[in-house]
């Protein structure tokens, strides 16, 4: 069995993650490449497609996501990502119905019952038929008007429901409000996958997106217990080998063997990238010791609260975060790193925050800013 040091482990993280070149030029592709990307927050997941396709911009982003091929709805983990759209509906039978295994709790605290819950669902198929799109104002409008209370967090589960069982996905946002749209219209061509074909197929696509991988890290993306995971590992015999580092065994594509061989006895290379709070790099592994140290999670995460903040990471290792402030003339990037940034960091961060200034059509301003440890 080949053996992987961490820093082997986090260089060929980069690739599989097209975060060290490729040939993609499309969201779609890079979208089709993953299968599923975390997008529970949309300028993060925009961002996670610029970053990778140097020289798009936001609006070619939103254009990508207005031409339907790719969209947003609840696949797995009760977590929005962003999907292939041909790939939704055997996605929400294979992973999403897993969520409404436990929905009574949810209505009963929410005071909901199923006939009102399936007759939201009735009002929001009749109301969007013929490629319409209702904004969450006009959701909870329709459903007031027919008389079903859509007040405090009754709305998003009526509309989280829906997306859940397939009957609406989220739609491209209008005036910066979130819209949902009818499946059938937005996404009539899907493919057809399902039990364990289904999720070999998402083996294969994590560990081809994600490897080198723990076996709990693909159950962890998926939220499918270990034994399935193992098991749709299994149904990949030839298309994924496993790799011994000193976190345990991992897996990757089996085409990933020769970048292997050819990353042994070399340097690692100072690649400085400014990247989401949800990017696959972070949201993309239950085990993240390959490229954040246990005490750095804090600050990344802080409070725990499930809100990650945008990374700094450098030859696939998190070296800092980063914020933004964006006024009409520019943007603002104030870089803080975990401890002192090398000079040769700085210089990447100010590259890294240039491109990110190209995709928001902004010119950038990079703020010196302490690491925590100073403040």
Not at 298 to 324: C, E, L, S
Not at 347 to 361: K, V
């Amino acid at each position: 069995m080949t053996s992987l040091s961490v820093a082997e482990v986090r260089r060929l993280r980069l690739i599989s993650l097209l975060l060290a070149g490729h040939d993609f030029t499309t969201p779609e592709q890079v979208v089709e490449w993953f299968s599923a990307m975390q997008a529970q927050d949309l300028a993060s997941v925009k961002w996670s497609l610029g970053v990778r396709l140097p020289g798009l911009t936001e609006t070619d982003i939103d254009e990508a996501i207005e031409r339907g091929s790719i969209l947003r709805t609840w696949p797995m983990r009760g977590t929005i990502h962003l999907i292939p759209a041909r790939d939704a509906r055997w996605m929400l039978a294979t992973m999403g119905v897993r969520q409404l295994s436990g929905v009574q709790k949810r209505w009963d605290y929410l005071g909901l019952d199923r006939p009102t819950v399936e007759r939201a669902g009735e009002l929001l198929a009749e109301a969007l038929t013929g490629n319409k799109r209702l904004t969450r104002s006009q959701a909870a409008a329709l459903f007031t008007a027919e008389g079903i209370d859509a007040s405090g967090q009754r709305l998003y589960h009526l509309l989280w429901h829906s997306s859940q069982v397939g009957i609406t996905c989220i739609g491209p946002t209008v005036d910066k409000e979130q819209t949902f749209v009818l499946l059938s219209d937005w996404a009539p061509d899907q493919r057809q996958l399902e039990g364990e074909e289904a999720l070999a197929e998402l083996a294969w696509s994590y560990f081809r997106a994600h490897g080198p991988a723990l076996v709990t890290d693909f159950s962890g993306w998926a939220g499918i217990p270990v034994t399935a995971a193992r098991k749709a590992i299994t149904a990949n015999v030839g298309r994924l080998t496993t790799v011994e580092t000193e976190f345990g065994d991992m897996w990757l594509a089996s085409e990933r063997d020769d970048a292997a061989e050819d990353l042994r006895g070399s340097r690692a290379r100072s690649n400085v990238l400014t990247l989401p709070g949800f990017d696959e790099l972070i949201l993309g592994y239950k085990d993240r010791r390959a490229f954040l140290e246990p005490d750095q999670f804090a600050a990344v995460v802080p409070g725990n609260n499930g809100v990650f903040k945008p990374t700094v990471v450098d030859a696939g290792r998190v070296v800092g975060i980063w914020k933004r402030t964006v006024t009409k003339s520019k943007v603002k990037v104030e870089a803080i790193p975990f401890a002192e940034f090398s000079a040769t960091q700085r210089e990447g961060i100010g590259r890294a925050a240039a491109g990110f200034g190209q995709y928001l059509g902004l010119p950038a301003e990079v703020v010196d800013a302490k690491s925590p440890s100073q403040m």
